[in-house]
T-cell receptor, first 106, second 114 residues
Framework: DAKTTQPPSMDCAEGRAANLPCNHSTISGNEYVYWYRQIHSQGPQYIIH???NNETNEMASLIITEDRKSSTLILPHATLRDTAVYYC???????FGQGTELSVKP | GAVVSQHPSWVICKSGTSVKIECRSL??????MFWYRQFPKQSLMLMATSNEGSKATYEQGVEKDKFLINHASLTLSTLTVTSAHPEDSSFYICSAGVFGEKLFFGSGTQLSVL
């Protein structure tokens, strides 16, 4: 099952774009990439998912490299409420890595 | 959108008692549900995969006799922590979805064993 690697923490200024990278070099051809975020003591909140093509929804954009070995979650205009731990996981067994703790600062 | 409901949100129990946690998919049928536990300041750890109508698949190191999983219908999976002890105190989370579609998580259950 594919594992993911993310930077442990990132800072972002309020109103700026937050770009969160994820490495999933062992992903299989039929496995999806999912992004979630978790605020303390709550269940993870779905953000976006994709297979090959870039995806966009009301929350974020997902950019997947052509070889599918990495992806980037983009929050176009980060707000203080976007401060959370962001997890990138691959479908199949849904193994969580350590995630990226994003701090949005005023 | 699809929602996964988890109940209870928190539970306090005495050591030696059993606790049941329910996970329901509210508006879709989930052939597979996942159970996780999470300790403070740590990531979610997959405990088991629950398949409707068959036995759950447990991750290495997770005691199947300790954490009983039942997935009797396409909308309900239960996790029973049997003979709970203080070291079982943790945040338990379930998830459900359809392959290739959104995968949703419950709001979690905080278990405290005294």
């Amino acid at each position: 099952d594919a594992k993911t690697t993310q930077p442990p923490s990132m800072d972002c200024a309020e109103g700026r774009a937050a770009n969160l990278p994820c490495n999933h070099s062992t992903i299989s051809g039929n496995e999806y990439v999912y992004w979630y975020r978790q605020i303390h003591s709550q269940g993870p909140q779905y953000i976006i998912h994709g297979l090959k093509n870039n995806e966009t929804n009301e929350m974020a954009s997902l950019i997947i490299t052509e070889d599918r070995k990495s992806s980037t979650l983009i929050l176009p205009h980060a707000t203080l409420r976007d401060t959370a731990v962001y997890y990138c996981i691959v479908s199949g067994k849904l193994i969580f890595g350590q995630g990226t703790e994003l701090s949005v600062k005023p | 959108g699809a929602v996964v409901s988890q109940h209870p949100s928190w539970v306090i129990c005495k050591s030696g008692t059993s606790v049941k946690i329910e996970c329901r998919s509210l508006d879709f049928q989930a052939t597979t549900m996942f159970w996780y536990r999470q300790f403070p300041k740590q990531s979610l750890m997959l405990m088991a995969t629950s398949n409707e109508g068959s036995k759950a698949t447990y991750e290495q190191g997770v005691e199947k006799d300790k954490f009983l999983i039942n997935h009797a219908s396409l909308t309900l999976s239960t996790l029973t922590v049997t003979s709970a002890h203080p070291e079982d105190s943790s945040f338990y989370i379930c998830s459900a979805g359809v392959f290739g579609e959104k995968l949703f998580f419950g709001s979690g259950t905080q278990l405290s064993v005294l």
